[in-house]
């Protein structure tokens, strides 16, 4: 991989402009990702994240590198998996919300645990509620993956209320377990920008993906919440510059990415951080 985009960013970013709120339509977004494809920042790209109910349109993604992202039954994601292979696409991942929060994710892993079974070169990801039988669930996950199945959990680290947005430290508490478990992990919502900030519209408090991306690399070499949690908290770039850049030509610990509706934005940041080249060697 170009040096244009170091190691530690590889796939960090997934395409999620097809995802609410985004409001493209499929060709225009297929048009745009095939740039994002060709273009010098291609290594910090993961998968275009494609909504379940899409795929009952007529698409032809020939060739793309395809997430899938449920939104509805269960049931129904190994037939459309099906379908978008059969259009052509390079589906190697899937994810799907367990339960609601406070309902028992418990049904909803082992749902998602018979299709890595079916689909044994799928990743797949369970989104599990931040609340109520999280551990419980996590130890679901590890002893899944123990047996074999390509499973992790993914987190809901933000949306349209603030109990949605976790702490520093109830996040922080999430990292080390997983940490604590051998288990990546994918964040979903909240994760606008580099650095920890408050939107002015909402009052909401997010967490950073530069944050996020350094707190997990100290949980990876055995930091304790308190300190993971420090890490997440910080909202000015100087503490996290640092650590960054001496990992930069290493494999990105823990955290495996997330997605945002406009990958040019996360690049755009980390350029001003000094920590991508811009497309200049």
Same mark, same amino acid.
């Given at each position: +991989?170009? +040096?244009l985009v170091p190691?530690?960013?590889?796939?960090?970013?997934?395409d999620a402009s097809l995802l609410p709120p985004g409001v493209p339509g499929f060709r225009e977004v297929l048009e745009a990702h095939g740039k994002h494809r060709n273009a010098w920042y291609a290594g910090l790209i993961g998968a275009l994240l494609v909504p379940s109910s899409v795929v009952d349109l007529d698409l032809s993604p020939g060739g793309l590198a395809v997430g899938v992202v449920n939104d509805a039954a269960l049931s129904a994601l190994p037939a459309v998996v099906a379908k978008l292979r059969s259009a052509g696409a390079v589906v190697g991942r899937v994810e799907a919300a367990v339960a609601r929060r406070g309902e028992d994710p418990?049904?909803?892993? @082992?749902a998602l @645990?018979?299709?890595?079974?079916a689909e044994p070169d799928l990743d797949v990801y369970a989104e599990i509620p931040l609340s109520w039988g999280?551990?419980?669930?996590?130890?679901?996950?590890? @002893?899944q993956r123990a047996e074999g199945l390509r499973i992790a959990p993914k987190f809901r680290v933000g949306g349209l209320a603030a109990e949605l947005f976790p702490t520093p430290v109830e996040l922080a508490a999430v990292i080390c377990a997983c940490r604590d478990r051998d288990l990546p992990f994918k964040l979903a919502a909240g994760l606008r920008h580099a650095l920890r900030h408050t939107d002015p519209e909402t009052g909401f408090t997010h967490h950073g993906f530069l944050n996020v991306?350094?707190?997990?690399a100290a949980a990876a070499d055995g930091a304790e919440v308190a300190e993971v949690a420090e890490v997440l908290g910080a909202t000015h770039p100087v503490p996290l510059i640092e650590p960054t850049r001496v990992r930069r030509d290493?494999?990105?610990p823990l955290w495996v990415g997330f997605g945002a509706p406009n990958v040019l934005e996360p690049l755009t940041e980390l350029i001003r951080l000094g920590l991508i080249n811009g497309g200049y060697e």
């Open positions: +991989m170009s +040096m190691p530690l960013f590889a796939g960090l970013v997934d418990q049904p909803g892993l @082992g @645990g018979r299709l890595a079974a999280l551990l419980a669930g996590l130890d679901t996950v590890a @002893g991306l350094v707190a997990s290493e494999p990105r």
